[in-house]
């Protein structure tokens, strides 16, 4: 009797090896695995009733087996990582014979199906072996760490698609982290520290959105981090988003906190952050200027991308403007630089939000000239018009195709107004944004054509509630004209001169 289910049910397992690949073939090929064990293995499954489809034997019973035995199918899977990592030398060894819920480390859900495996300091030695889709798919904890495996994380790991935490601390694991990881949707908790990994953090890992406990410490990690990764430093639990979970121990090209304080990625050439046309930190009125140069501008089309004031990779384009890679004009990211973009700019105005580049400009050398005259309003308040010509370094009226300059009042204002009503550079768009008593003004063309501007280029006109004063209160305190060559001059301040 017992020679007939051995063939019988033998036949069942030639069968689910040609299923199972890479699960059933240790089961039956591996040298230390007996033909004693698979029979045991086999009818401790098979006869106890875990799947009466597998024990009426048929192919077509077989595969609904398949389908719906969870129990059966995750057995296959246990017996498999047992075989793999030598499970008759285990610390605390699994009896095949009995039922898999009795084996240490197993917890069953409800249904049957694997929810836990923790293995934790149990001698486990060899390799993990790759998952097979379909089995183990309840599995939400696995837990392998303090333990001697070695060999590469299978990127099959991404069938175990209900996983909430992996840990596979101090073993000595080999390889890289799999890019495929990042398909565990609901992991939460990853912990790979203490092996000897290599390569860099796949940058995929920084879309998932649950993952909020993270270590990776004393491996051989390298590199750079990527763009994406930068989220997590939003999403990690404190005690994990740290150089001492994740960079400590690795020879990563900067320390984990320090991109989290930068905000920005130290891998790519080009990082883009939408407004800041002249890529120096800020979106502001000096960044009219490049945009003015750029448009019409086109180029590849930034991947993902959005029109926030977040740092992103973008693909560098072939062209250049005023020494900023042409990228960095278009805002939106679609590949041309046009009027929305100049939109972006206004939109993220006044953001500072990450690392500044300095412009590295030539020392400022130009004075532009101030006439203004001052008129009693009726309701007792004074209204100062200054008129504002542009000049160039050797004192003559500038020959340029925009200007951007900040003016300090150095009193207490009511209101300011800029206006370009015949203005001799003729921009096409114009900035006055007011901050507290003072004024950030832009001018752009948009043809990359010069005007020679020896009329004004722009009035500001304030109101002040008291008289106001005649000294060097008012004063350009930063400020950039831009011609058709894409040269840059900077602005060292304002001569005033009374009507
Ligand atoms: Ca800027
Ligand atoms: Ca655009």
């Not at 036949?11 to 089961?27: D, E, G, I, K, R």
Request: net charge negative; glycine share 8%.
């Amino acid at each position: 009797m017992k020679n007939t289910n051995y063939q019988k049910n033998g036949f069942a397992v030639m069968l689910l090896s040609f299923c199972l690949l890479c699960v059933l073939t240790c089961l039956v090929s591996c040298e230390n695995t007996s033909i004693d064990e698979i029979e045991n293995y086999v009818t401790n499954n098979v006869e106890k009733g875990i799947s009466k489809e597998v024990g009426e034997n048929t192919s077509s019973k077989l595969g609904k087996s398949m389908s719906n035995g969870c129990r059966y199918n995750d057995s296959l899977a246990l017996v498999a990582i047992h075989n793999a990592t030598d499970g008759s030398n285990w610390t605390n060894v699994w009896n095949l014979n009995q039922p898999i819920d009795t084996w240490y480390g197993v917890i069953l859900d409800a249904n049957g199906c694997v929810k836990n495996l923790s293995l934790v300091n149990n001698g486990l030695n060899g390799n993990l072996i790759a998952p097979v889709q379909g089995l183990l798919s309840k599995l939400r904890v696995l837990n392998l760490s303090n333990n001697s495996i070695s060999g590469s994380i299978p990127p099959e790991v991404q069938h175990l698609s209900d996983l909430r935490v992996l840990r596979a601390s101090n073993n000595q694991l080999t390889g890289s982290i799999p890019l495929e990881l990042g398909n565990l949707n609901n992991l939460r908790e990853l912990r790979l520290d203490r092996n000897q990994l290599d390569g860099s953090i796949p940058d995929v890992l920084g879309s998932m959105s649950n993952l909020t406990r993270l270590k990776l410490y004393n491996n051989q990690l390298e590199g750079c981090y990527g763009l994406n990764l930068v989220n997590l430093c939003k999403q990690l639990d404190p005690a994990f988003n740290n150089n001492a979970s994740i960079s400590n121990g690795n020879n990563f090209a900067q320390a984990w906190e320090k991109i989290c304080i930068d905000g920005i990625s130290d891998c790519a050439n080009e990082i883009v952050v939408p407004g800041d046309f002249n890529k120096n930190g800020y979106a502001d009125n000096i960044d009219i200027l490049h945009w003015g140069m750029a448009l019409g501008n086109t180029g590849p089309i930034r991947p993902n991308a959005t029109s926030s004031w977040i740092a992103q990779d973008c693909t560098p384009w072939a062209i250049e403007v005023a020494g900023v890679n042409a990228c960095h004009q278009d805002g939106d990211g679609n590949g041309i630089v046009d009027t929305q973009d100049f939109q972006v700019l206004m939109d993220n105005y006044g953001a500072t939000k990450y690392v500044a580049n300095p412009l590295n400009l030539p020392n400022p050398t130009v004075d532009f000239e101030f006439t203004y005259q001052d008129v009693e309003l009726d309701n007792g308040k004074q209204q100062r018009t200054y008129t504002i010509y542009a000049k160039d370094e050797n004192g003559d009226a500038a020959d340029i195709h925009g200007a951007a300059f900040n003016i300090e009042f150095g009193v207490d204002i009511d209101s300011v107004e800029v206006n370009v009503i015949g203005s001799s550079l003729e921009p096409t768009i114009t900035i006055g944004e007011r901050i507290d008593n003072s004024i950030e003004i832009g001018l752009t063309r948009t043809d990359r054509t010069n005007r020679l501007c020896v009329g004004p280029i722009v009035q500001v006109s304030i109101v002040a509630t008291k008289n106001l004063p005649t000294g060097p209160e008012t004063n350009l305190v930063e400020g950039y004209t831009i011609n058709e060559n894409s040269d840059i001059l900077g602005i060292a301040g304002m001569v005033l001169i009374p009507m």
